[in-house]
T-cell receptor, first 111, second 113 residues
């Protein structure tokens, strides 16, 4: 069965650079969630979209923005990267309130 | 403020025995709970869920128990297998919200052959 696809899987950036992470949800899923997992920490909710509209916002820095496109894929844009942004970024998709299925994650390293 | 807590960061169990992973939560609005399993360099994989209208849900070797009055849930794995070795996260959500998951801190399970 098709799963959530995230790209790239690994990304290395320098401080103050920008990064764009992409998420392709499971077909027919209408909701996308972004989570950030720092080293040794639990995943923290960042932001979610339902039917291309932002549905909730968590601990997402103002330097980050995200959107969901007409084909339901989502992009997380991160600017002015800081060392503390180094983390695993997971995208999950669901059919509204149903179980969220996670992608493999993007490992972002900021040097 | 950690709304979902897994107080045991690690657990070791002999193959064939029962593994019991615990999770406590503080927010009484949570009404849907899940367990995810995570291997290094992979995303969390859904294992089993339970709604607050139930106190038990079983799927093969995995059973989740929910004690609402104690705000406690547990995952039982019987029998434990070496392939079960991973980090297990419990997560909770509230249907009155937007279904975002609040994760616990994870428990690293090691099943010894």
């Amino acid at each position: 069965a098709a799963g959530v696809i995230q790209s790239p899987r690994h990304l290395i950036k320098e401080k103050r650079e920008t990064a764009t992470l992409k998420c392709y949800p499971i077909p027919r899923h209408d909701t996308v969630y972004w989570y950030q997992q720092g080293p040794g920490q639990d995943p923290q909710f960042l932001i979610s979209f339902y039917e291309k509209m932002q549905s909730d916002k968590g601990s997402i820095p103002d330097r980050f923005s995200a959107q969901q496109f007409s084909d339901y894929h989502s992009e997380l844009n991160m600017s002015s990267l800081e060392l503390g942004d180094s983390a695993l970024y997971f995208c999950a998709s669901s059919l509204l309130s149903d179980t969220q299925y996670f992608g493999p994650g993007t490992r972002l390293t900021v040097l | 403020d950690q709304q979902v807590k897994q107080n045991s960061p690690s657990l070791s169990v002999q193959e064939g025995r029962i593994s019991i992973l615990n999770c406590d939560y503080t927010n009484s609005m949570f009404d849907y709970f899940l367990w995810y399993k995570k291997y290094p360099a992979e995303g969390p994989t859904f294992l089993i869920s339970i709604s607050s209208i139930k106190d038990k849900n079983e799927d093969g070797r995995f059973t989740v128990f929910l004690n609402k009055s104690a705000k406690h849930l547990s995952l039982h794995i019987v029998p434990s297998q070496p392939g079960d070795s991973a980090v297990y996260f419990c997560a909770a959500s509230a249907s009155s919200g937007t279904y975002k998951y609040i994760f616990g801190t994870g428990t690293r399970l090691k099943v010894l052959a």
